[in-house]
Protein backbone atom coordinates (compact mmCIF):
# COMPACT_ATOMS: atom_id res chain seq x y z
CA UNK A 1 0.00 0.00 0.00
CA UNK A 2 1.78 3.45 -0.66
CA UNK A 3 0.74 5.84 2.38
CA UNK A 4 -0.43 9.35 1.11
CA UNK A 5 0.53 8.71 -2.28
CA UNK A 6 -1.73 11.76 -4.76
CA UNK A 7 -4.83 10.19 -7.03
CA UNK A 8 -3.53 8.37 -9.84
CA UNK A 9 -7.33 8.11 -10.98
CA UNK A 10 -10.08 11.15 -10.37
CA UNK A 11 -13.87 10.33 -10.98
CA UNK A 12 -15.26 14.24 -10.16
CA UNK A 13 -19.01 14.83 -10.54
CA UNK A 14 -19.19 12.21 -13.17
CA UNK A 15 -22.78 11.34 -15.17
CA UNK A 16 -22.62 8.26 -17.48
CA UNK A 17 -24.61 5.79 -18.61
CA UNK A 18 -26.01 4.02 -21.79
CA UNK A 19 -28.83 6.01 -23.97
CA UNK A 20 -31.38 7.53 -21.67
CA UNK A 21 -30.85 5.73 -18.96
CA UNK A 22 -28.18 7.43 -16.48
CA UNK A 23 -25.98 4.92 -14.20
CA UNK A 24 -23.42 6.90 -12.59
CA UNK A 25 -24.53 10.00 -10.38
CA UNK A 26 -21.86 12.53 -10.01
CA UNK A 27 -19.90 9.95 -8.86
CA UNK A 28 -16.52 11.29 -7.42
CA UNK A 29 -13.85 9.31 -6.15
CA UNK A 30 -9.97 8.32 -6.13
CA UNK A 31 -6.99 5.70 -7.43
CA UNK A 32 -4.35 5.45 -6.14
CA UNK A 33 -0.54 4.14 -7.26
CA UNK A 34 0.52 0.79 -6.01
CA UNK A 35 -2.89 0.13 -4.54
CA UNK A 36 -5.63 -2.33 -5.46
CA UNK A 37 -8.92 -0.25 -5.40
CA UNK A 38 -11.94 -2.70 -4.79
CA UNK A 39 -15.75 -1.55 -6.24
CA UNK A 40 -18.43 -3.14 -4.55
CA UNK A 41 -22.21 -3.03 -4.00
CA UNK A 42 -25.75 -4.61 -5.47
CA UNK A 43 -25.95 -5.36 -9.35
CA UNK A 44 -26.71 -2.07 -11.10
CA UNK A 45 -25.16 0.11 -8.71
CA UNK A 46 -22.28 1.16 -11.14
CA UNK A 47 -19.34 -0.83 -10.79
CA UNK A 48 -18.57 -1.89 -14.16
CA UNK A 49 -20.04 1.25 -15.56
CA UNK A 50 -16.71 2.74 -13.67
CA UNK A 51 -14.53 0.86 -15.64
CA UNK A 52 -16.10 1.21 -19.02
CA UNK A 53 -16.19 4.92 -18.52
CA UNK A 54 -12.65 4.60 -17.28
CA UNK A 55 -11.37 2.50 -20.32
CA UNK A 56 -13.51 5.24 -22.78
CA UNK A 57 -16.38 2.56 -23.85
CA UNK A 58 -18.74 5.25 -23.01
CA UNK A 59 -18.43 9.16 -22.56
CA UNK A 60 -19.26 10.99 -19.28
CA UNK A 61 -22.10 13.26 -19.75
CA UNK A 62 -20.47 15.65 -17.16
CA UNK A 63 -18.14 16.00 -14.72
CA UNK A 64 -14.38 14.91 -15.61
CA UNK A 65 -12.15 11.77 -15.33
CA UNK A 66 -8.82 12.82 -15.10
CA UNK A 67 -5.34 10.34 -15.24
CA UNK A 68 -2.06 12.29 -13.30
CA UNK A 69 -4.31 15.50 -13.38
CA UNK A 70 -5.20 15.01 -17.36
CA UNK A 71 -8.77 14.87 -18.39
CA UNK A 72 -9.25 11.55 -20.55
CA UNK A 73 -12.97 12.13 -20.88
CA UNK A 74 -13.57 11.14 -24.87
CA UNK A 75 -10.87 9.37 -25.32
CA UNK A 76 -11.04 6.11 -27.36
CA UNK A 77 -9.81 2.81 -25.77
CA UNK A 78 -6.91 2.55 -27.98
CA UNK A 79 -5.96 6.51 -26.87
CA UNK A 80 -5.85 5.06 -23.20
CA UNK A 81 -3.88 2.34 -23.82
CA UNK A 82 -1.29 4.65 -25.00
CA UNK A 83 -1.85 6.64 -22.04
CA UNK A 84 -1.34 3.37 -19.66
CA UNK A 85 -4.89 2.08 -18.95
CA UNK A 86 -5.63 -1.38 -20.14
CA UNK A 87 -8.46 -3.31 -19.39
CA UNK A 88 -9.21 -7.36 -19.02
CA UNK A 89 -13.30 -7.19 -19.17
CA UNK A 90 -15.74 -10.23 -16.94
CA UNK A 91 -15.45 -13.43 -19.00
CA UNK A 92 -13.56 -15.27 -21.43
CA UNK A 93 -11.84 -12.76 -23.99
CA UNK A 94 -9.07 -14.94 -25.54
CA UNK A 95 -8.51 -16.39 -29.49
CA UNK A 96 -9.56 -20.05 -28.43
CA UNK A 97 -8.03 -21.67 -31.72
CA UNK A 98 -5.17 -19.53 -31.76
CA UNK A 99 -1.73 -20.13 -29.69
CA UNK A 100 -0.57 -18.76 -26.26
CA UNK A 101 1.97 -16.47 -28.15
CA UNK A 102 -0.43 -15.61 -31.28
CA UNK A 103 -2.29 -13.84 -28.61
CA UNK A 104 -0.13 -11.99 -26.77
CA UNK A 105 1.31 -11.18 -30.12
CA UNK A 106 -2.23 -9.89 -31.02
CA UNK A 107 -2.22 -7.92 -27.90
CA UNK A 108 0.91 -6.33 -28.95
CA UNK A 109 0.25 -5.90 -32.53
CA UNK A 110 0.38 -1.83 -32.75
CA UNK A 111 4.31 -2.53 -31.25
CA UNK A 112 7.10 -2.60 -33.27
CA UNK A 113 8.58 -6.19 -33.46
CA UNK A 114 11.41 -5.59 -31.51
CA UNK A 115 9.75 -3.84 -28.77
CA UNK A 116 6.82 -6.53 -29.07
CA UNK A 117 9.18 -9.64 -28.65
CA UNK A 118 10.87 -8.10 -25.26
CA UNK A 119 7.43 -6.96 -24.34
CA UNK A 120 5.97 -10.94 -24.71
CA UNK A 121 9.25 -12.30 -23.15
CA UNK A 122 8.96 -10.12 -20.11
CA UNK A 123 4.87 -11.33 -19.48
CA UNK A 124 6.78 -15.33 -20.45
CA UNK A 125 9.21 -14.65 -17.63
CA UNK A 126 6.23 -13.25 -14.91
CA UNK A 127 4.00 -16.18 -16.05
CA UNK A 128 6.19 -19.61 -16.41
CA UNK A 129 3.47 -21.98 -17.07
CA UNK A 130 2.14 -20.15 -20.11
CA UNK A 131 5.93 -19.96 -21.23
CA UNK A 132 5.86 -23.64 -21.38
CA UNK A 133 2.37 -23.75 -22.99
CA UNK A 134 3.66 -21.19 -25.76
CA UNK A 135 2.30 -23.19 -28.94
CA UNK A 136 -0.78 -24.64 -27.08
CA UNK A 137 -4.53 -23.12 -27.82
CA UNK A 138 -5.61 -20.58 -25.92
CA UNK A 139 -8.90 -22.53 -25.66
CA UNK A 140 -6.84 -26.23 -24.13
CA UNK A 141 -5.74 -23.89 -20.97
CA UNK A 142 -7.11 -24.56 -17.62
CA UNK A 143 -9.29 -21.42 -16.11
CA UNK A 144 -6.64 -20.07 -14.42
CA UNK A 145 -4.04 -20.45 -17.27
CA UNK A 146 -6.44 -18.12 -19.19
CA UNK A 147 -7.05 -15.99 -16.89
CA UNK A 148 -3.12 -15.56 -16.94
CA UNK A 149 -2.98 -15.11 -20.42
CA UNK A 150 -5.77 -12.19 -20.27
CA UNK A 151 -3.35 -10.40 -17.67
CA UNK A 152 -0.40 -11.23 -19.24
CA UNK A 153 -1.78 -9.58 -22.68
CA UNK A 154 -2.63 -6.78 -20.71
CA UNK A 155 0.68 -5.95 -19.39
CA UNK A 156 2.12 -5.55 -22.81
CA UNK A 157 1.26 -2.10 -22.91
CA UNK A 158 2.68 -1.61 -19.86
CA UNK A 159 -0.18 -0.03 -17.88
CA UNK A 160 0.12 2.04 -14.93
CA UNK A 161 -3.48 1.29 -14.27
CA UNK A 162 -5.25 -1.93 -14.50
CA UNK A 163 -8.90 -2.15 -14.93
CA UNK A 164 -10.01 -5.30 -14.17
CA UNK A 165 -14.06 -7.14 -14.18
CA UNK A 166 -15.12 -10.33 -12.03
CA UNK A 167 -11.17 -12.27 -12.47
CA UNK A 168 -12.71 -15.11 -10.50
CA UNK A 169 -15.72 -15.88 -12.46
CA UNK A 170 -15.44 -19.45 -13.05
CA UNK A 171 -12.71 -20.40 -11.33
CA UNK A 172 -11.76 -22.83 -8.36
CA UNK A 173 -11.16 -21.07 -5.01
CA UNK A 174 -7.60 -21.87 -5.27
CA UNK A 175 -7.39 -20.29 -8.28
CA UNK A 176 -8.97 -17.31 -7.34
CA UNK A 177 -6.26 -17.00 -4.69
CA UNK A 178 -3.72 -17.15 -7.34
CA UNK A 179 -4.78 -14.44 -9.09
CA UNK A 180 -5.68 -12.12 -6.18
CA UNK A 181 -2.05 -12.98 -5.10
CA UNK A 182 -1.04 -11.75 -8.90
CA UNK A 183 -2.73 -8.42 -8.91
CA UNK A 184 -1.14 -8.23 -5.35
CA UNK A 185 2.36 -8.37 -6.92
CA UNK A 186 1.06 -5.94 -9.75
CA UNK A 187 -0.44 -3.54 -7.07
CA UNK A 188 3.42 -4.03 -5.41
CA UNK A 189 5.42 -2.92 -8.11
CA UNK A 190 3.68 -0.01 -8.38
CA UNK A 191 0.73 -0.29 -10.85
CA UNK A 192 -3.18 1.01 -9.74
CA UNK A 193 -5.30 -1.93 -9.88
CA UNK A 194 -8.91 -1.07 -10.04
CA UNK A 195 -11.45 -4.08 -9.48
CA UNK A 196 -15.08 -4.96 -9.94
CA UNK A 197 -15.24 -8.79 -7.87
CA UNK A 198 -18.64 -10.38 -6.45
CA UNK A 199 -16.26 -12.95 -4.19
CA UNK A 200 -16.01 -10.02 -1.63
CA UNK A 201 -14.69 -11.02 1.18
CA UNK A 202 -11.72 -12.86 -0.75
CA UNK A 203 -11.27 -9.91 -2.52
CA UNK A 204 -11.33 -7.68 0.29
CA UNK A 205 -8.28 -9.76 2.16
CA UNK A 206 -6.34 -8.39 -0.99
CA UNK A 207 -7.78 -4.95 -1.53
CA UNK A 208 -6.05 -1.77 -0.34
CA UNK A 209 -9.66 0.20 -0.45
CA UNK A 210 -13.05 -0.53 -1.26
CA UNK A 211 -15.61 2.05 -2.62
CA UNK A 212 -19.17 0.73 -2.33
CA UNK A 213 -21.66 2.05 -5.10
CA UNK A 214 -25.09 2.56 -4.42
CA UNK A 215 -27.35 3.98 -7.16
CA UNK A 216 -24.12 5.65 -9.29
CA UNK A 217 -22.99 7.36 -6.18
CA UNK A 218 -20.19 6.70 -3.58
CA UNK A 219 -22.25 5.12 -0.28
CA UNK A 220 -18.48 4.25 1.49
CA UNK A 221 -14.68 4.37 1.00
CA UNK A 222 -12.88 2.63 3.71
CA UNK A 223 -9.47 0.61 3.72
CA UNK A 224 -10.33 -2.73 2.79
CA UNK A 225 -9.25 -4.58 6.16
CA UNK A 226 -11.72 -2.31 7.96
CA UNK A 227 -14.99 -2.94 5.54
CA UNK A 228 -14.34 -6.79 6.52
CA UNK A 229 -16.05 -6.51 9.54
CA UNK A 230 -18.24 -3.70 9.06
CA UNK A 231 -21.64 -4.54 9.44
CA UNK A 232 -22.69 -2.94 6.62
CA UNK A 233 -21.06 -5.47 4.38
CA UNK A 234 -23.88 -8.02 3.45
CA UNK A 235 -26.04 -5.10 2.97
CA UNK A 236 -24.22 -3.48 0.34
CA UNK A 237 -25.65 -6.22 -2.12
CA UNK A 238 -29.34 -6.17 -0.65
CA UNK A 239 -29.45 -2.07 -2.15
CA UNK A 240 -30.47 -1.01 1.52
CA UNK A 241 -29.63 2.02 3.11
CA UNK A 242 -26.17 2.16 3.93
CA UNK A 243 -25.09 3.61 7.59
CA UNK A 244 -21.77 5.97 7.18
Known amino acids: MTINAS ?7 VVAGYTHLTILNE ?14 GPNGAGKSTVLKTLFGMLTPRAGEVRMNGKVINGKTPRDLLAEGIAFVPQGRN ?26 IAEVLERF ?40 SI ?3 PIIVQEVMQLLRGLAASGKSVVMVEQNVRTALKYADRALALEMG ?15 NLNRLFLGGQITK
Open 7 to 13: PLIEFDR
Open 27 to 40: LSFTARKGEITLLI
Open 94 to 119: LFGSLSVLHNLELGAFHLSSPIRNGR
Open 128 to 167: PRLKERIDSRAASLSGGEQKQLEIGRALLVHPEVLLIDEP
Open 170 to 172: GLA
Open 217 to 231: QLALDKPANELLNDP
